[in-house]
């Protein structure tokens, strides 16, 4: 897709002689200047391209002697096929494996004594990586992350033994996990064609199954130049920097993508449910609307809206299930930023022997009451507090502001957008949001799961 | 280049610290006082956590409601945190409100209702999300082995209180604790983020003038004891696929002149993803998505822990590893490479524990909090480099005893009990189920 540079905030001159620098490195079109923009009040961000199809997104901020460089792909659990899911996520644990020029354990070892901290996600659109460093330690970044990029190397044992790290992972976070096994299982049930409908982390019997194989055909599909973004944050001179971004990742070939297999969710006409029982000593609801995708006009009242019914004590679904009726020890409402539509989601954990539907019963009811009437002023002016503290509170740090870039930039080819959606979301009336409210929270579109509380059987607790 | 630290300024004997950043425009607030969680009176544990909570929740004598409204309108963060030491109100707050957040904290610090409603909502709050907490193995697991691994010291008392404990709990304790907990003479103020210093010490002043001007008397919680032998404490919980395992010994305190050594040499054994146990429980066996060890800092000795949690199946040969892992530790001590490894991390990362305001703000903070020697942090990747092979193995003969030590498992009964019970045939062992009142 075509790169979208924000318009409204454009300093139009590259910031640094980028002739030079292509004569240096022996091809003069090696390098270009895209487009340049601010994030924030103070920052500048440049836009550079690599003829291979690297996009590079620089921020120099000196207010520290450190950078963040993160690597984002436009890769993630919806690219994976059925019967192969979770491998986006095994090959991000494997990407700290060996490579063509460093052994087993060297990728860890060498950014460790550098003083560097890394780490990765992978989601449902994309796969990130992040190293946060000294500034002194910034060449040997660039080195390794271009040569993992591009040389990985996948051997039996190594994805074996990883394979048993990420079955633990999701024993971890979704078997033993109350919250985690209720939101696969609402996923998977309110998607039935789109590939939302799998989980990120995989289902156990795909994951054991992978092979290296499968992993190194996902590799050299969507690990090259032209599916990532580098996002460098930190104290460093844009000069210097791509001299060594050109260096070391010119050379790498980019390669033509896959036309993704995408399948448009259908509109779902009629409520689902679904039970699960587990060891827990309350029970648990949680629902999933259909909701708008990130890019979407509705996006904004939506998640101004989810604050308006979540968004701490003073909220309405939090004042009226844990404060006034107390029959909830929490409630909790979302929005899920992805590129396709995602939901919607409510959960609550019921108090005493309250049960889920008696918690639905009054979720129902302020729901029914955000569709009938105006939301007041003063909710939205709390909202949007609370949605502005929480932008400013995630861009204290270098990593904070690289993972903002490289989010928006993967999803919404806006490397700025944070500040533009938090904007379109002053914009939002009460109109927009009864009408959000309206279209997105009808109960035949969406779905439900309830834990129940299995009882422990006494005389095995006795023992 | 040496990050800058803020240098304590005071209002009377009330220590300030003032650490002023543009980068971003929010500002950071900490009130702390010298007296946590420790103080709970015995049978009485949750006491100081409710009544900071309390004092957050009747600021000014305000409801509830219209006190959240007013804090969320302002994008103001208000939290009471509390710790075994101390107490703090910290607040983050959009730079425009900085005034109001003072003002909202001066409420809850000194013109707190307490009333008999809201602590009664309070507690029942708190009873249920106790039971909600049950959910988390991890924290049950840690729970458990503190009980054991401190038992008859404070440090061994859940923070948040038990069920039975908060069930006995009355308003007119957390009225008269509030007496004792929040005096002026006792205070620490931390004030970072985009502001100047001079308005800085202005909004300090208010905070110093809410606070009634008398001192409570000094921390008498004495050091705790190391545990004797090795004790299993097993909590049961049906139909777990996974582990979680505490393994805990009795640790140090910076106080301590090998303190030092001893946490460098936790760098190798487990701070870090190239350490010894991540690298032979996760990456050789792939037996654990993580494996940590871990030796946090208060102002009494705590514990040094390890933390793994295989899947059932795994969880003896895991545990024996990591019980193998640790006596050789103890016994061979870390390499000369590993050493010059942990040093190099150590003082290279420094620059991520000093790389914002509020953090650094922090550290000077812990040094009060925690009666740290005045430049703890500023001199800390001097004495990392310093450190010496022999220093470092010394210090882990003399500070950890493998034979004394707390191993705290969750896991369901007949799938691992038996099998992790061979591992420590010694052991003593104590079998909790999951949802007891007392965890």
């Known amino acids: 897709m075509p790169d979208r540079a924000q318009s409204s905030s454009v300093l139009p001159r590259c910031p640094v002689p980028l002739g030079p620098l292509n004569s240096s490195l022996g091809d003069a079109n090696l390098l270009q200047w895209v487009s340049s923009g601010t994030f924030g009040d103070s920052l500048r961000l440049d836009r550079f391209k690599l003829s291979n199809g690297l996009t590079i997104l620089t921020c120099e901020d000196h207010s520290s002697p450190v950078v963040s460089y993160h690597t984002w792909l436009r890769v993630g659990s919806r690219h994976e096929r059925e019967t192969k899911t979770g491998i986006a996520h095994l090959l991000e644990h494997l990407m700290f494996n060996e490579t063509e020029k460093l052994p087993q354990g060297a990728y860890d070892q060498m950014l460790e004594e550098a003083g560097a901290e890394t780490n990765a996600s992978t989601w449902l659109d994309f796969t990130q990586y992040s190293v946060n460093a000294p500034k002194q330690a910034l060449k040997l970044v660039v080195t390794l992350e271009a040569e993992r990029l591009s040389s990985l190397v996948l051997r039996e044992p190594q994805v074996v033994s990883e394979k048993d790290v990420v079955a633990n992972e999701r024993r971890y976070r979704v078997d033993d996990d109350v919250e985690g096994a209720m939101n696969e299982l609402l996923w998977s049930m309110a998607f039935t064609r789109h590939a939302y409908r799998c989980p990120t982390i995989g289902w156990m019997k795909d994951i054991l199954d992978l092979s290296p194989e499968d992993c190194e055909q996902f590799y050299k599909t969507y690990y090259a130049p032209n599916n990532a973004t580098v996002v ?232 | ?41 015995p049978g009485g544990e949750g006491l100081t956590r409710l009544t900071a909570r309390l004092m957050r929740r009747t600021a000014g004598g305000m409801p509830l409601t219209e006190i959240e409204r007013h804090l969320d309108r302002l994008g103001i963060s208000l939290g009471a945190d509390i710790s075994y030491s101390n107490v703090s109100m910290a607040a983050v707050v959009l730079k425009r409100s900085s005034e109001q957040c003072v003002s909202m904290l001066a409420d809850a610090l000194g013109k707190p209702g307490l009333s008999d409603e809201e602590f009664s909502r309070l507690k029942r709050e708190t009873l249920a999300e106790i039971v909600d907490g049950q959910d988390n193995d991890r924290g049950l697991a840690s729970r458990a082995l503190r009980r054991s691994l401190f038992a008859n010291h404070p440090y061994g008392r859940s923070v948040g209180g038990t069920l039975s404990t908060i069930k006995s709990l009355q308003p007119e304790q957390a009225r008269s604790l509030y007496k004792t907990l929040v005096r002026r003479d006792d205070l620490l103020i931390g004030i970072s983020g985009d502001i100047e210093e001079s308005e800085a010490l202005k909004l300090a002043e208010r905070l110093v003038e809410s606070v009634a001007p008398s001192t409570t008397g000094a921390d008498d919680t004495q050091e705790p004891t190391p545990s004797e032998g090795r004790k299993l404490m097993f909590v049961n919980k049906p139909d777990r696929s996974q582990t979680q395992i505490y393994v805990g010994l009795q640790g140090s305190h910076p106080k301590d002149e090998d303190h030092l050594d001893l946490h460098v040499a936790n760098t190798v054994f487990g701070g870090m993803f190239s350490s010894r146990l991540m690298q032979q429980v996760r990456v050789k066996r792939g037996w654990s998505y993580g494996a940590y060890s871990s030796l946090p800092l208060d102002r009494h000795r705590q514990a040094f822990t390890i933390w793994t949690f295989p899947k059932s199946e795994d969880a003896a040969a895991c545990l024996k590893l990591e019980l193998e892992m640790l006596d050789e530790l103890v016994t061979k001590g870390v390499t000369e490479k590993e050493l010059r490894s942990a040093k190099n991390m150590l003082t290279r990362s420094y620059a991520f524990l000093v790389d914002t305001a509020a953090k650094r703000l922090g550290l000077c903070m812990d040094e009060i909090m925690y009666d740290l020697p005045s430049g703890y942090y500023a001199s800390y990747p001097k004495r990392i480099s310093a450190t010496k092979l022999e220093d470092v193995n010394a210090a882990l003969k003399r500070r950890l005893n493998p034979a004394n030590l707390v191993v705290a498992v969750v896991g369901t009964n007949d799938r691992v009990l038996e099998a992790v019970q061979q591992v420590m045939p010694d052991a003593q062992t104590e079998i909790i189920p999951f949802d007891t009142e007392d965890l």
């Open chain 1, 232 to 463: 460098v944050v930190g104290d460093f001179r844009t000069a210097s920097l791509l001299k060594l971004i050109a260096a070391s990742y010119g050379p790498l070939k980019s390669s033509t993508m896959p036309v993704e297999d995408a399948r448009p969710e259908p509109a779902q006409t009629s409520e689902r449910r679904a039970e699960l029982t587990k060891p827990t000593p309350t029970e648990k609801v949680t629902i999933g609307y259909h909701a708008p995708a990130l890019g979407d006009f509705d996006y904004a009242p939506i998640s101004v809206l989810a604050e308006v019914l979540c968004g701490g004590r003073a909220s309405r679904l939090v004042q009226r299930l844990v404060h006034d009726l107390e029959i909830a020890t929490d409630v909790r409402a979302s929005v899920g930023p992805f590129h396709d539509p995602g939901l919607f989601e409510i959960g609550a954990s019921a108090r005493d022997k309250r049960s889920g539907e008696a918690l639905l019963e009054q979720i129902d009811a302020e729901l029914q009451r955000v569709c009938n009437e105006p939301v007041e002023d003063e909710e939205l002016e709390r909202a949007l507090a609370r949605l502005e503290l929480g932008l400013i509170s995630g861009l204290d740090t270098v990593d904070g502001k690289a993972s903002t870039i490289g989010f928006y930039e993967t999803i919404l080819y806006e490397p700025s957008a944070a500040f533009a959606r938090l904007n379109a979301m002053r914009r939002v009336n009460q109109s927009d949001i009864m009408r959000a409210a309206r279209r997105y929270l009808r109960p035949e579109t969406r779905t439900c799961v309830f834990v129940r509380c299995e009882s422990p059987a006494a005389e095995e607790l006795a023992q």
């Open chain 2, 1 to 41: 280049m040496s990050p800058h630290f803020p240098q304590p300024l005071a209002i009377g004997k009330i220590p300030v610290l003032v650490e002023s950043s543009k980068a971003i425009p929010l500002v950071h607030m900490s009130v702390a006082t010298r007296r946590g969680a420790a103080a709970d009176p």
